[in-house]
């Protein structure tokens, strides 16, 4: 910035109204990049005090019902599972698309698939654990 203040400096050139316009926009883009630390600190700060005040006085989390926790921690593994699924047909998909392109990695997007598929199963493992369930593995060919 300091090469960019010498280069509006010269004589010739104090009475142009393009090298004051641009002075000044120099200096309001110092100044903002010198306020983006203030912001964000004064940010993290406002953000901390919302988390500090949400605290209830006697300290119990859930309004004393633990079972809500369980009940948040299986829609997650669900959502999840799902998520992960749904991804895994993404990838599959945009892999059989893009094949035939000369420049595509269409071989990572199956390999991305395939593990968008493996972690999805073991979420919807997790998720049939969590509701009691048993999960069926049929091995008998």
């Known amino acids: 910035m300091n090469n960019m203040m010498e280069l509006l400096s010269i004589p010739s050139l104090e009475g142009s109204r393009v090298v004051r316009v641009g ?3 120099i200096m309001v ?3 903002m990049k010198t306020l983006g630390a203030a912001i964000a600190a004064a940010l993290m700060i406002a953000l901390s005090v919302v988390a500090v005040s949400a605290q209830t006085p006697t300290g119990s989390f859930f ?3 633990s079972g809500q926790l369980g009940n948040s921690l299986r829609s997650v593994t ?4 799902a998520a ?4 895994g047909i993404i990838f599959v998909a ?5 094949s035939g392109l000369r420049e595509s990695l269409s071989t990572w997007k199956f390999i991305t698939g395939a593990a968008c598929f493996a972690f999805g199963g073991v979420c919807a493992a997790v998720y049939a654990f969590s509701q009691g369930d048993s999960v069926p593995l049929d091995n008998q060919f």
């Open 29 to 31: 883009g110092l100044g």
């Open 94 to 98: 945009v892999g059989i698309i893009t």
């Open 84 to 87: 992960m699924i749904i991804a």
């Open 23 to 25: 002075r000044r926009l």
């Open 78 to 81: 669900f959502f999840l599972a």
């Open 63 to 65: 309004n004393g019902n």
